[in-house]
């Protein structure tokens, strides 16, 4: 599987951006797919997560309510819709893809495939 970032840029704060990724291959409604981003000198972290099949969504506690999740089986792609951007969400944004996991799906090592990565900038 391949996963091939777009979106992302720079935003005022309290605006809005959306991410895709498109994944390659035959079989993406099989993979669960996840949104982490990594801040500078700070860890990558979890942000959002769809499941395979059903696409029961999770999301980390600070995106709650202003980011969302979405995917589309038919076009083997996976969003995540921004908005009520604050400077604290700038970071590069990365997509992430396992098959058929859900259980843990927040944390880093349980991906086998990455996207490269997209900058997102929010000023204040």
């Known amino acids: 599987v391949q996963l091939v970032q777009s979106g992302g840029g720079l935003v005022q704060a309290g605006g809005s951006l959306r991410l895709s990724c498109a994944a390659s291959?035959?079989?993406?409604?099989?993979?669960?797919m996840g949104w982490f981003r990594q801040a500078p000198g700070k860890e990558r972290e979890f942000v959002a997560a769809?499941?395979?099949?059903?696409?029961?969504?999770y999301y980390t506690d600070s995106v709650k309510g202003r980011f969302t999740i979405s995917r589309d089986n038919a076009k083997n792609a996976v969003y995540l819709q921004m908005n009520s951007l604050k400077p604290e969400d700038t970071a590069v944004y990365y997509c992430?893809?396992?098959?058929?996991?859900?259980?843990?799906?927040?944390?880093?090592?349980?991906?086998?495939?990455w996207g490269q990565g997209t900058q997102v900038t929010v000023s204040s």
């Open positions: 992430a893809a396992v098959y058929r996991r859900w259980v843990g799906v927040s944390g880093n090592d349980r991906y086998d495939y």
């Open positions: 291959g035959r079989t993406f409604s099989s993979y669960t």
């Open positions: 769809i499941s395979w099949s059903v696409g029961i969504t």
